[in-house]
C-alpha cells in the first residue's frame, strides 16, 4: 500500500513558479513510477508528467513540455514537479499517482494510487 500526499499549490501570476512535491509512505515506493495529472473544472483529469522508479527517464505532455520538470528524491521518498512559465491554462488541481509497473504510462486508469491533490491557481 502506498500513502500520497500532495502539496505546494497555491495562487500565482501568470509568468510565475511553483513547486509541487508528493511525499510517499510505503516501502515499496522506491520501484514504482510516478505521474502527475490535473483536472481543471468540468474538465477531464489529464496527463501531465511520469517518471521512472530510477529517475532516469521521464516523460511529458506537449503543453507542459520545457516548462514543467519532474523528479523524485528516493532519500525523502518524495515526487516533484517543479512549474515555470505558469499560464492561466495550468490552473487545476495536480494529484500525483503511483503505478506498480516500470512503465511510463499516460492513462489515469493505469495508476494504482492517488494523493488528495492541491489546487493551482494562474491570474492573467
Known amino acids: 500500500q502506498v500513502q500520497l500526499v500532495e502539496s505546494g499549490g497555491g495562487v500565482v501570476q501568470a509568468g510565475g513558479s511553483l513547486r509541487l512535491s508528493c511525499a510517499a509512505s510505503?516501502?515499496?515506493?522506491?520501484?514504482?513510477?510516478m505521474g502527475w495529472f490535473r483536472q481543471a473544472s468540468g474538465k477531464e483529469r489529464e496527463f501531465v508528467a511520469a517518471?521512472?522508479?530510477?529517475?532516469?527517464?521521464?516523460y511529458y505532455s506537449d503543453s507542459v513540455k520545457g516548462r514543467f520538470t519532474i523528479s523524485r528524491d528516493h532519500a525523502k521518498n518524495t515526487v516533484y514537479l517543479q512549474m515555470n512559465n505558469l499560464k492561466p491554462e495550468d490552473t487545476a488541481v495536480y494529484y500525483c499517482?503511483?503505478?506498480?509497473?516500470?512503465?511510463?504510462?499516460?492513462?489515469?486508469?493505469?495508476?494504482?494510487?492517488w494523493g488528495q491533490g492541491t489546487q493551482v491557481t494562474v491570474s492573467s
Open positions: 517518471i521512472s522508479w530510477s529517475g532516469a527517464r521521464t
Open positions: 499517482a503511483a503505478d506498480r509497473t516500470h512503465l511510463l504510462r499516460v492513462g489515469a486508469n493505469e495508476y494504482d494510487y
Open positions: 510505503g516501502r515499496t515506493f522506491s520501484s514504482y513510477a
